[in-house]
């Protein structure tokens, strides 16, 4: 599997036990929508490699307690420290038009329903409290929290997503 391929989910962050257990942080939004992977993909000298599931624990803040199959060791799992960790892009699982991966809307252009067009989705600040969507507008940095409700319409064939910001917010950046 190629790096074009797949998706980075976090990085294997320390050891968890001392049998080879690692603690994973997931790097995702909604961490849970990951517990159900068979194998994740590691990036060792360049190449990704596959490693199966022998365990997964999700723990609190982002971090999932991990066993792997052939990681037996506090060696072994020594070795996967501070390690990027992907998953295919096929494993993600197909979202309606009000949802998204935070990946795949970096480019997006940001329609407001009442401003109109407010720039382009320049990243997600993934705050765990209160997640941002970072919005370039004519070089002004534009931060909308990702509430329910802001996404009205994710276009994925142009690319758009539609939102409807919170009366005067967008005005504070405007004006």
Do not use: C, W
């Amino acid at each position: 599997m190629d790096l074009k391929d797949s998706i980075y989910i976090g990085q294997i962050a320390k050891l968890h036990g001392y049998k080879g257990g690692v603690s994973l942080f997931l790097d995702v939004s909604h961490p849970d929508e990951y517990k159900d992977i068979e194998s994740f993909f590691v990036e060792l000298d360049g190449l990704l490699t596959p490693f199966f599931v022998e365990s997964f624990k999700l723990k609190n803040k982002g971090f999932a307690a991990v066993k792997f199959q052939g990681v037996d060791s506090e060696q072994e799992a020594r070795a996967l420290l501070k390690k990027k960790v992907f998953i295919p892009e096929t494993e993600l699982k197909e979202l309606d038009d009000s949802n998204f991966y935070d990946h795949e809307i970096i480019g997006y252009e940001v329609e407001d329903e009442v401003k109109g067009s407010i720039g382009k989705v320049t990243a997600i600040a993934d705050l765990k409290l209160n997640p941002l969507l970072i919005i370039d507008f004519n070089d002004k940095e534009v931060l909308l929290p990702l509430f329910d409700g802001l996404i009205v319409h994710v276009d994925r064939n142009l690319k758009k997503l539609k939102v409807k910001a919170p009366d005067g917010l967008i005005d504070l950046y405007l004006d």
